[in-house]
């Protein structure tokens, strides 16, 4: 149960918990959960240290798969949690006045497509989390269409599957799932698009501003950070695959084939992957950002690993196939958006591991996500502290 409490400024104490926006028609309770939400985000902003703007409140307000931190509104998902009670007490009574009031106020919130009706609302089952999912929808679709481009294309990155696994991991500092307070800060403010840059230049490009998004930060090769954040997401990957018994070798392809090419299309080799052969993986990390995908990245989700997965087929599918491999590109944006290849890989090394490890298909695939999105979230916060240490 939700519950904060605070003194008001007649000395009467609010407490209001989230079981009453389920339990009491909005009408009656509305103008409490508003103050309750002032209250929440005042706490919210005391406790990480950071003062979003009304925008960046909203994208907070969004659940985790809508790229938000999961602080919604309860005035506005009030009417979501009270109608699903109504549907859930299977009531053959015609509708109060309160509950009509409620319909009207959710249909309100939704576009048309997505609202209901009085009738639907006693035949059919509506639980909150679809309800309040509907509201989240149109939340993030008029959230998009006020951003700039760039803007809309972390939207849709960090909207995307299991992006946000890295705010649900348990920290540990022995695995490096952890971040101290500051640069964890750091991390948020990335997330939400607030302006990390303190304007200042990058400290391995002194010609080079700070963009507020820290799309330079993610990609600038001048400090080695992209070096380590490849050989992390190789190094996790190859781990996942040895504990699903299947086996890996990193770096593989140089000098092999007929001819004398460098290249090297395995940053881990699996054998018998699929159908008997050898699976040629190759890690790729894009940011939507880039001026040569930012217009495709802000109109539809993963467009940027899309583009990267072609790349790379284009680049080894010629070698891959003369050694008998199969070429799987395994490309992420640096929000966390994986490719389609690489998810439906992932998936195939959940099934894999969730055997050996006697556990869920889901729950081995949330702890993979999760290793290898901590990898690309901290490598900017680490640029951005390491930059910091060369300025002061």
């Not at 240290?49 to 659940?63: K, M, R």
């Not at 209901?116 to 909150?128: D, F, P, T």
């Not at 959230?143 to 481009?149: E, G």
């Not at 990155?157 to 890295?166: D, E, G, K, R, T």
Request: charged residues 20%; proline residues 5%.
């Amino acid at each position: 149960m939700l519950l904060l409490s605070s003194k008001g400024s007649q000395g009467s104490q609010i407490a209001v918990p989230d079981v009453r926006a389920r339990s009491t028609p909005p009408a009656l309770v509305s103008e409490g959960l508003a103050l309750f939400d002032v209250v929440v985000r005042r706490h919210f902003c005391d406790c990480v240290a950071i003062d979003p703007s009304d925008s960046e409140w909203l994208q907070v307000q969004l659940s985790l798969s809508r790229g938000g931190l999961g602080l919604r509104r309860l005035a506005l998902h009030c009417s979501a949690a009270y109608l699903a009670s109504v549907n859930k007490a299977d009531c053959s009574a015609p509708l109060d006045e309160f509950t009509l009031h409620a319909v009207t106020l959710f249909n309100s919130l939704v576009p048309p497509a997505s609202s209901i009706s009085e009738e639907s609302l006693l035949e059919s089952c509506l639980s909150q989390k679809d309800l309040s999912s509907r509201i989240d929808d149109h939340q993030f679709d008029q959230l998009c269409l006020i951003s700039t481009p760039a803007n809309r294309a972390r939207l849709l990155s960090v909207a995307s599957f299991h992006a946000s696994s890295w705010l649900a991991v348990i920290p540990s500092r022995g695995l490096n799932l952890s971040l101290d307070p500051d640069e964890f800060q750091v991390a948020l403010k990335w997330w939400l698009g607030m302006d990390t840059s303190s304007q200042l230049c990058c400290p391995y490009c002194p010609d080079h501003q700070l963009d507020p998004l820290g799309h330079h930060g993610v990609t600038c090769k001048g400090g080695g950070d992209v070096v380590l954040r490849h050989k992390s997401l190789r190094d996790v990957f190859a781990q996942f695959c040895h504990r699903a018994r299947l086996g890996g070798q990193l770096e593989v392809g140089h000098g092999y084939g007929a001819e004398s090419s460098l290249s090297r299309p395995a940053d881990i080799l699996v054998p018998n992957w699929m159908i008997g052969k050898p699976a040629a993986f190759d890690l790729t990390v894009v940011s939507p950002l880039n001026s040569n995908t930012l217009i495709e990245a802000g109109a539809r989700s993963g467009s940027a690993a899309g583009k990267a997965e072609v790349r790379k087929h284009n680049a080894n599918d010629a070698k891959c196939t003369e050694l008998g491999w199969v070429c799987i590109p395994l490309a992420v944006e640096t929000y966390g958006c994986w490719g389609v290849e690489a998810q439906g890989s992932i998936s195939r090394l959940a099934a894999r591991l969730a055997l050996q490890l006697q556990c869920s298909k889901s729950k081995a695939i949330t702890s993979i996500y999760q290793r290898q999105n901590c990898c690309v979230h901290y490598n900017y916060v680490k640029y951005i502290f390491n930059g910091l240490k060369m300025f002061f």
